[in-house]
Structures are given as C-alpha cells and as structure tokens.
C-alpha cells in the first residue's frame, strides 16, 4: 500500500474519529440506541463524501469516460440523501422527538432511495460505455475505408505513367471521406464494406492500368454512387 492510500485511510478514520467524539460530547442526553443511530447515518454520510471526494472524478484511463456520464446523478443523489438525513435527525429530536422505531424506519428508507439512486447512476455510466462502444463501432468501417484509400495511394506512388486525370480522382476521393458521418444502420455498413471491396478492385487493375482501364473507369462511377448514397445516410 502507497503512502497516498495510506494517508487516506488515516483521514478517513480519523473524520470517523471526530464525529463518534463530537456526538458522545455534544449528544450526552440522547438515549442510547438514537445516539447510535445517529452516528451510524452520520458516519454514512461521512463516508459517502469522502470516497466521492477522494476517487478522481475523471478516469482518464476510460475513454468512454463512464463517470462523467453518472457523476450528475451521483452528486445530487448523496447530496439531497444528506439533506434529509441531517434534516431528519435535527427534526427527529429536537423537534418533534421521534421514537429511536420511527427514525430508524426512516433513515432505512432513506438509504433504500440513495442505493436506489445509485443504482440509477450506474445504469446511466453503463448506457454512457454502451453509446462509445457503438460509436466506435460505427467508425471502425470509416476508418478501414480510409486505410482501403491510403493502401491504393501507396500503390499509385509505386506505379507509373498512370494518368494524370486518374490520381486526380483518387486524391478527391481520399478527401471527401472526411465528409461521412458514423451510421448505425445496416444499409451504410452494406454501402461502406461495397466501398472498400470497390477501392480493393481498383487498387488490384493497377497492376496493367492499360489493360484494366475500362474497368478502373467503371470501378470510378461505382465508387462516386457509393460516396454519394453513403453520404446520405446518418445515425438515427
């Protein structure tokens, strides 16, 4: 263990430390079981803020960034959960002097709605990893689509007497990839994966450009339909 992790566990303990004193000196009336209750909802929330506190709040180690998409819900879950337990033991006893059953049927069934609010913060961090991993997903295909382009550039740079017209359509290819959108649909997987079948075959007839010209050409036309129905089609 670190000397950082060791440092935290003596502030913690030493926070639990001050708030058992604090509640024996200041609670010296307070029957017996309701002190006890009220230093157990005390040291929760203690221990709640504390870790939320202490844990980073950005994992930069995640890039689906899991925690930023919770971390609303998590603060307002403890903190309105804070809230109402102090709420409840001020009003608990000094107010209204609620029987130590009543308080800590309520305190039970606060901490019911902050695991349940958890519960709910988790859910949320989880769909977060989701949409990243189907995000990523749907550029995987872009991606092999530009390194499909890039391979039949390095093939064009080692091939010569190649029409001048020719490289000029490769390079406007190259750089209208950059205007598709990630799609989650299956028509743009169809289209992208036709797309790199597409630059493949042409990549392949440039082994005798005169020979395959016809076909190159061809290939072309195919190639701009593909952009273009591609281009078209976004995530829903």
């Not at 307002?76 to 107010?95: D, H, R, T």
């Not at 959108?181 to 082994?207: G, M, T």
């Amino acid at each position: 263990m670190d000397t950082k992790k060791i440092f935290s566990w003596l502030l913690l303990l030493f926070g639990e430390a001050l708030i058992i004193t604090a509640f024996i000196v200041f609670g010296g009336d307070t029957a017996g079981n309701i002190l006890a209750l009220n230093i157990v909802v005390a040291s929760l929330i203690y221990a709640l803020f504390f870790i939320k506190t202490l844990v980073p709040w950005v994992d930069f180690n995640d890039k689906a960034q899991r925690t930023i998409g919770s971390m609303g819900i998590r603060w307002f879950v403890i903190s309105l959960y804070s809230i109402l337990a102090v709420a409840l033991m001020i009003l608990g006893n000094m107010v209204f002097d609620l029987t130590f059953q009543m308080q800590l049927v309520v305190h039970a069934i606060l901490v019911f709605l902050v695991l349940l609010g958890l519960m709910g913060a988790s859910r949320a961090s989880e769909k977060v990893g989701e949409v990243y991993q189907q995000e990523t997903l749907n550029r995987s295909k872009i991606v092999e689509m530009k390194n499909a382009m890039r391979s039949l550039k390095d093939r064009i740079n080692e091939t010569d007497n190649l029409p001048h017209n020719f490289t000029k359509q490769i390079d406007s290819f190259e750089d209208n990839l950059r205007f598709i959108s990630p799609a989650n649909v299956k028509e743009a997987y169809e289209l992208e994966n036709e797309y790199i079948k597409v630059v493949n075959d042409i990549s392949y007839s440039l082994c005798d450009y005169s020979m395959n010209s016809e076909k190159i050409e061809s290939n072309l036309k195919k190639l701009e339909r593909i952009y273009q129905n591609r281009r078209n089609i976004y995530s829903n």
